[in-house]
């Protein structure tokens, strides 16, 4: 066997508050071993585990990764609301009435990361 990825790890602003919001948004809990400050913070899910890390410089460019959900229990436009009142914002809405198309939401903290 060669590699498995480990984690996606995602540079920050607040790693643990950033930490919290994927949590909620991805049913899980950040891990008991991480508190508010410290500079890294880890949410592991069934997928895949988020690392955040917090960096003391800002985000200046568009990002290169981002991550794609699919609601399990819910509708898309079910889940867009959910995320929305966790605190996401919408930054581009391209659903179509059909049921195709997307939604960008950022992060509660978009010049953090934008999902």
Not at 9 to 14: A, G, R
Not at 62 to 83: A, F, G, I, S, W
Request: aromatic residues 6%.
């Amino acid at each position: 066997m060669t590699s498995l990825v480990r984690h996606v790890t995602i540079d920050c602003t607040d790693a643990y508050a950033l930490a919290t919001f994927w949590a909620q948004a991805l049913d899980s809990k950040v891990s008991p071993d991480d508190a508010p400050g410290d500079e890294e913070a880890l949410v592991e899910t069934p997928g895949a585990a988020l690392l955040f890390i917090q960096v003391p410089e800002a985000k200046a460019v568009k990002n290169r990764v981002h991550l794609d959900l699919q609601p399990q229990d819910r509708t898309r436009d079910e889940e867009v609301e959910r995320l929305l009142g966790l605190g996401a914002t919408l930054l581009d809405d391209r659903r179509n009435p059909d049921g195709t198309g997307w939604a960008t939401l950022g992060d509660p903290n978009t010049s953090d990361y934008q999902f």
